[in-house]
């Protein structure tokens, strides 16, 4: 059983920054893709960004250029560093790995206010 448990989310102004963190309970995690997904009220879960099991990241539209994800091996951790905030970003925000069955965060809330 793996575990994700994300952290850092919170309030802040437009043009702030954030940086959510997602400490991974299983090896598995050094051999699987990790990602950031969003999901507003009303609206869809949504992708934010992944980053490979090599490192190699892609991100949503909506972020690129603002957010950037990260991976530290050894403490087992995924980030994401969320800069220029827009109230848009407002959601909140779940932590992924990629399995054959995926494995979910419960979930931290981020609200950007204007």
């Known amino acids: 059983q793996v575990q994700l448990v994300e952290s850092g989310g919170g309030l802040v102004q437009a043009g702030g920054s954030l940086r959510l963190s997602c400490a991974a309970s299983?090896?598995?995690?050094?051999?699987?893709?990790m990602a950031w997904h969003r999901q507003a009220p009303g609206k869809q879960r949504e992708l934010v960004a992944l980053?490979?099991?090599?490192?190699?990241?892609n991100y949503g539209d909506s972020v690129k250029g603002r957010f950037t994800i990260s991976r530290d091996y050894a403490k087992k951790t995924v980030y994401l560093q969320m800069n220029s905030l827009k109230p848009e970003d407002t959601a909140v925000y779940y932590c992924?790995?990629?399995?054959?069955?995926?494995?979910w965060g419960q979930g931290t809330q981020v609200t950007v206010s204007s």
């Open positions: 992924n790995m990629k399995n054959s069955r995926d494995y």
């Open positions: 299983s090896s598995l995690f050094s051999m699987r893709s």
């Open positions: 980053v490979t099991s090599g490192g190699s990241a």
